[in-house]
């Protein structure tokens, strides 16, 4: 912390005319004010770094099966529960189709290969059932 007195210390030398006296003082305060500013730039970084935790903790939601997050309006993911939970990281899981109709997928993390096998299909966003029409065989 500079303490603000000691400039008008400064100012006080210059005009009794002890100018080394007062260059002294004035690198010592150079020195303080560069201590300063690195600090500075490091909680600078520290507090982008937890408002992006932040951020991620206030849009990201669990549906059951993974973790998505809500960024710019679109949904991402789906990401791995299990590497969430254990140290905050997320990890996108690996999609697959599991039939050709693409009714079922099939969620498996990079990472830890936790899979999921969720009843909603990404394109639509619904369960199976919810997308399918009912067609009677007979009347
Ligand atoms: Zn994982």
Sequence with gaps: MIEYYRFYEVESLISQGKLKEAAEELRSL??????LS?????LKVQLHELEEILSISRNIIFDGDAYWLISGGEKQGPF????YHANG?????HVYKKDE???????VCPHCSF??????????GKAPSQRAKIIP???
């Design 30 to 35: 150079q020195k303080l004010y560069l201590e």
């Design 38 to 42: 690195q600090e500075n730039s490091k």
């Design 80 to 83: 791995c529960p299990k590497c």
């Design 89 to 93: 990281d997320l990890i996108r899981m």
């Design 101 to 107: 109709f693409n009714l079922k997928t099939k969620w």
């Design 115 to 124: 899979s999921a096998e969720p009843d909603v299909d990404l394109d639509t």
């Design 137 to 139: 065989f007979m009347q």
